[in-house]
């Protein structure tokens, strides 16, 4: 209440200094006055700021001299209106604000003054008479202001003295606090329901670095707060440039603010909350920068549909402004003589035709004289100015509002009666708060609690048309939310697709972004590396462990899985030879049974040949089950084959050497046999209770640095350390072997198939001893599922045909080849045989151990000669020299 008071005491002192000259004339200079039953008070930015000191600047022709007329023609058409306040005519008190709140200020104490009583009791004139004052007339409502600025400062003072007020232009979010500014309204929505239009225009674009530009004051301030604000609310709109005009800027301004605009060259969108002078000196700094075409201007309704002071423009947003028809017709068809109510109509008409009056002309750049007949619009060039149907509109709220107010009030008095006169603005402002009624432009006008109008907006582009001159085409609407048509909208320098205002263009598939700290809009791109995918546009992620990035990063894919196919190279060769194994085999059984009871086959232990017959051919066939495709019963039978087929193959070898005269009959070596392979084979069923079989897909393996060349190896689940344990009991009976067929090497006669069995665990031992260090060794290596699967096979083929090669080969050559020495030779004893092994080994000792002193002599029994002894040399040592080859490869 102080601070109210303290303002009133500064308003009352103000109007102390103008009230004697107001009173003492029929009406303020440079203003219009029209009588009637009520009158309205208008404020309207007749002419520019001034410069230099100056209050006044040049005549605006369209936001002042339409504008005001466009109240002149409302009052005519109102008071014309039989319907609309019968028999009430209305009258104007029109003030020019020279677009300058201050000024706009003083102007405006001419609608309070009749509402300050003065006391002149003690004044008197020189003859002693009481003075007699000339009492102003009432001013019931107020239409104006244009400018925020001018309508902040206008309403605090209106406030003061309950005069109602309802602006045609002022958008300032501000004039929406209905706590302050209680006694104003609006027929056009607030710039935040502008900003959120723009907000939505930003965003349909695409658009996320933007700049703005401000006029100093509550128009431009405000609505550049409110769009930030919003544009937070919103997220992802960031400000690259924050631009203020100054009042009363100067050229270099300008050019100062054009490239603190350069200074973010991404950010080409710019927002423009401005006067339409400001908007002027902007678009001619930017072409003095030679900057047409860089920038994406957003104005706000100040901009308004003039192609004049925009020619850069290339994106604009206003309320929609509909021509009005009746009113071109009306303003076109004043002239000097018919509009002598309009004082400044003359300066006009001087501006309009660049001529000058023969009477106070103030057109000094021209010597042409008017005539009076030249005409608007044919002589001159006219467009609607965009707030005149708003100017309409806020006439026309406050006669219906007086309308209401009448009826309520008067109900049997044709006119004004006592009580309407008597009302308080208060009450005024109520039916002005209510009324509703349908516009100008076929829209309803109605005001919320705040005063304030719905947010309607027409967007428009300014562009290049089929005809000569551009021009403003509608290309969209906002009604609480936006409409707008993107495909017909034009782009600097014949540009196709939407311009780009951001701090950092867009990162690419499989890139994350790292975002800049203090500026969420800027980033840098850093792409998903190795296992990673990207999980949204700042993150990426690991894959799970079977999968891998898909080609552009943006989602995980399966690992490829692999095992070796048939058809590899490193197949080929152990099936082609396992396939010539099983051949030589089965060829080597089926002569073994078609010779069965000859001396050659029952010399060679028919049983046990058998036996390790069957031992070779698995050792084959597990060449199959090793390249086949893993599954269970594949892993079984490949560890149950693996753990045997070996064991009939070394064990009968081990047989055959054994010096032991107990246990020597064929029932007695099945026996011992099959007791070491149920040891083995109970050690596998066991294995495979605890650690049933099963395939794994081995992902580790093959992980690749580069994710593209991953693959999953598909396998049997045994490690190498499982591997080694396997073979562990196979080594050793084959070290046993070995160690037997040493001993018994120099055993006579019928004994001479310890050499075979000798070189072919001498060989066996070779071929082993070089699959361990490549088995093992190429366990890091990128082929290792084909190389250790390529050499595992091959060492079981080679070891399955070393002792066929060796065992049997010679065999089957003298039946076939030599059917003369398959026959019976001498029999001779068991105990023969012994003796002359034990001979054997007691001439093998030196003389001096002998007992009895006895002599070296010899056997009195040559064996005779060995056709196939060149055969076995040269088969032992073309299995030797594979052996070499292999252990060769090993290092």
């Known amino acids: 209440m102080i601070r109210y008071l303290k303002l009133f005491w500064g308003v009352f002192c103000l109007a102390e200094l103008f009230l004697d000259t107001l009173a003492q004339e029929a009406y303020a200079p440079h ?61 104007a008190r029109v003030l020019d604000t020279c677009s300058r709140d201050t000024y706009a200020l003083e102007q405006s104490l001419t609608f309070v003054q009749a509402l300050i009583t003065k006391d002149t009791s003690d004044v008197r004139c020189t003859n002693g008479e009481p003075p007699v004052f000339v009492k102003p007339e009432k001013v019931v409502g107020v239409i104006g202001a244009s400018a925020s600025s001018v309508s902040i400062m206008v309403a605090n003072i209106l406030r003061l003295f309950q005069i109602p007020q309802i602006s045609y232009a002022s958008t300032a979010p501000e004039l929406s606090d209905d706590r302050r500014y209680d006694f104003f309204s609006r027929v056009v929505p607030p710039d935040s329901f502008q900003a959120q239009a723009m907000v939505d225009i930003i965003r349909s674009m695409g658009w996320t670095y933007v700049s703005t530009i401000a006029s100093e004051g509550s128009y431009g301030e405000r609505g550049v707060e409110a769009f930030t604000q919003l544009s937070k609310e919103a997220g992802g709109i960031c400000i690259a440039q924050s631009l203020k005009i100054p009042h009363n800027p100067k050229l270099e301004d300008y050019d100062k603010g054009v490239q603190q605009l350069l200074e973010s060259p991404h950010a080409r969108a710019i927002i423009i909350f401005a006067s339409d002078e400001d908007i002027r000196g902007i678009l001619n700094a930017t072409k003095r920068a030679n900057q047409v075409g860089h920038f994406l201007w957003i104005g706000s309704d100040s901009w308004g549909a003039k192609s004049t002071p925009s020619t850069s423009l290339k994106t604009s947003q206003r309320e929609p402004s509909p021509s009005f028809p009746s009113f071109d017709e009306y303003f076109t068809g004043l002239t000097l003589e018919n509009n002598r109510r309009n004082v400044w109509f003359a300066e006009f008409w001087e501006e309009n035709f660049n001529c000058r009056l023969l009477s106070a002309s103030k057109k000094d750049d021209t010597n042409r004289k008017c005539t009076g007949q030249e005409r608007i619009g044919i002589d001159s060039k006219y467009e609607q100015e965009g707030k005149v149907q708003f100017v309409i509109d806020a006439v026309y709220a406050m006669a219906h509002a007086l309308h209401d107010l009448h009826r309520d009030l008067c109900p049997d008095h044709p006119s004004v009666c006592p009580q ?92 994350r972004k790292k975002k800049v700290k203090g500026k969420p809009c800027c980033w840098h791109c850093e792409l998903c590396d190795g296992y990673q995918y990207q999980f949204d546009e700042t993150s990426c ?39 010539l194994g099983i051949i030589a085999t089965i060829f080597v059984m089926a002569t073994f049974v078609r010779y069965n009871d000859t001396p050659i086959v029952r010399a060679s232990g028919r049983e046990l040949s058998y036996v390790l017959l069957t031992g070779i051919f698995l050792c084959y066939i597990i060449t199959f089950l090793m390249i086949a495709k893993p599954d269970v019963g594949v892993c079984a039978y490949a560890a149950l084959l693996t753990k045997t087929n070996r064991i009939y193959r070394i064990f009968e070898q081990g047989k055959q050497t054994v010096t032991a005269p107990r246990f020597i009959s064929p029932t007695s070596q099945i026996a011992i046999t099959s007791s070491l392979i149920c040891v083995q084979l109970l050690g596998v069923l066991v294995w495979f209770a605890v650690d049933p079989p099963n395939t794994i897909i081995d992902y580790d393996e093959q992980k690749t640095i580069n994710p593209m060349l991953a693959r999953g190896v598909l396998k049997c689940d045994i490690t190498d350390l499982q591997i080694i344990c396997s073979l562990g009991y196979s080594i050793l009976l084959m070290v046993t072997c070995t160690i037997y067929a040493i001993k018994t090497r120099d055993v006579p006669e019928d004994f001479n198939e310890a050499k075979p069995i000798g070189f072919t665990m001498y060989t066996t031992c070779i071929v082993w001893l070089a699959f361990i260090p490549i088995f093992f060794g190429t366990a890091q290596s990128a082929e290792k599922l084909y190389i250790q699967t390529t050499t595992l096979t091959i060492s079981m083929n080679l070891s399955a045909s070393v002792a066929l090669g060796m065992l049997y080969m010679p065999k089957v050559y003298i039946i076939i080849f030599h059917p003369e020495m398959n026959v019976q030779k001498r029999k001779r004893s068991f105990k023969a045989v012994v003796t002359a092994a034990t001979m054997s080994s007691r001439l093998s000792q030196k003389p001096s151990e002998r007992p009895n002193g006895e002599a070296k002599t010899e056997l009195c029994e040559n064996p005779p000669v060995d056709p196939m002894s060149k055969l076995t040399v040269f088969i032992y040592l073309f299995i030797y020299l594979i052996g070499t080859v292999l252990c060769f490869f090993s290092t």
């Open 31 to 91: 203003s219009i006055r029209t009588d009637g039953h009520l009158t309205l008070g208008g404020l309207f930015p007749v002419h520019a700021r001034g410069a230099d000191g100056i209050s006044c600047g040049d005549l605006k022709k369209e936001n002042g001299i339409q504008r005001l007329e466009a109240m002149m023609y409302a009052l005519d058409q109102i008071n014309e209106d039989t319907q609309l306040l019968p028999n009430i005519t209305l009258g």
């Open 420 to 511: 309407m006169e008597a009302a308080e603005g208060k009450t005024l402002l109520k039916y002005i708060r209510n009324a509703s009624f349908n516009g100008s432009a076929n829209t309803s006008v109605v005001f919320n609690k705040n005063g304030d109008a719905p947010g309607r907006y027409d967007l428009f582009q300014f562009q290049m048309t089929n005809s000569s001159m551009p021009e403003y085409k509608v290309v969209g609407q906002w009604v609480e939310t936006l409409q707008l048509r993107v495909e017909e909208l034009q782009w600097p320098e014949g540009e196709l697709d939407v311009p780009l205002s951001v701090c950092s263009l867009p990162c690419k598939t499989g890139e």
């Open 541 to 579: 992620r690991l894959c799970s462990y079977n999968m891998r990035p898909n080609p552009n990063r943006t989602a995980c894919q399966p690992i490829p899985i692999i095992k070796l196919e048939w058809h590899s190279p490193w197949a080929i060769i152990p099936v082609f030879l396992a396939m």
